[in-house]
C-alpha cells in the first residue's frame, strides 16, 4: 500500500505596480460626411490575431512600409501608384495611411463573416464586405485608405495615378482601374 502526500503549492502573483501612460483622449476623429454610411469592418479585438492581414485597431501603415506583407504584398502596380499618390498627397500636406491592403482568404473570410453578423444575412453582408473568392485585396488589388481627408483627396486626384474608388458606399477603398484616364462610374455597393 502506498501513501501519497499530495501538496498544492499556491502561487500568489504579486500585484506588480505599473506605470500607466498619461496619454491624453485623443482629439476626436471629424464628423464623418454623409456619404460614410458605415465604419469598414474592422478585427480590432483580437489581441492573438494573428490572420494575414489583420492590423489592430486604430493603426494605420504607411504606403512605404514594404515591409509588412499588408503593404508589401499588394499587386507591385497598385503599391507604386499609392506610393506615387501619397508624394503627391504630401506636398498638400495630407497624410496618406494604409489601414488594409493585402489580407488571406481566412482573414477576408472573417471578415465575411462579422459582415453576416452585423448586417444580418449574407446577402446584406455581400454589399459591404466581399466574400474571400471576390475580394480585390485577397489578390492584392486593392487598398483601404485613411484619414477621410486622404480618401477625399484621392477621390478628386487618383485617377492620375490610376487609382479609382469603386464602391459609393466605401469612400475609403481605391483599385487600379482608370479606363482612358477615367474612373468608370462607381458601383453603389460590392454587390452591385
Ligand atoms: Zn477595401
Given at each position: 500500500m502506498k501513501t501519497r502526500t499530495s501538496r498544492t503549492l499556491v502561487t500568489v502573483a504579486a500585484a506588480v505596480a505599473l506605470t500607466l501612460c498619461?496619454?491624453?483622449?485623443a482629439p476626436a476623429p471629424p464628423?464623418?460626411?454623409?456619404?460614410?454610411?458605415v465604419e469598414p469592418l474592422r478585427?480590432?479585438?483580437?489581441?492573438?490575431?494573428?490572420?494575414?492581414g489583420w492590423l489592430p485597431a486604430g493603426v494605420t501603415l504607411s504606403p512605404?512600409?514594404?515591409?509588412n506583407p499588408i503593404v508589401g504584398w499588394l499587386d507591385p502596380s497598385l503599391l507604386t501608384a499609392i506610393q506615387d499618390a501619397a508624394d503627391a498627397a504630401a506636398a498638400d500636406r495630407i497624410d496618406m495611411r494604409i489601414t488594409s491592403g493585402w489580407r488571406t482568404p481566412g482573414f477576408q473570410q472573417r471578415l465575411f463573416d462579422m459582415g453576416v453578423q452585423r448586417y444580418g444575412s449574407v446577402e446584406a453582408a455581400r454589399e459591404f464586405v466581399a466574400a474571400p473568392e471576390v475580394s480585390k485585396h485577397v489578390t492584392g488589388e486593392a487598398v483601404d485608405i485613411a484619414p477621410v481627408e486622404a480618401d477625399m483627396w484621392l477621390i478628386r486626384n487618383g485617377s492620375r495615378f490610376g487609382l479609382c474608388q469603386i464602391f459609393?458606399?466605401?469612400?475609403w477603398h481605391f483599385e487600379l482601374a482608370v479606363v482612358d484616364g477615367r474612373c468608370p462610374p462607381l458601383r453603389p455597393n460590392a454587390a452591385g
Open positions: 498619461a496619454c491624453g483622449t464628423t464623418p460626411q454623409r456619404t460614410v454610411p478585427i480590432g479585438d483580437a489581441a492573438t490575431d494573428t490572420v494575414g512605404f512600409d514594404v515591409s459609393a458606399n466605401e469612400i
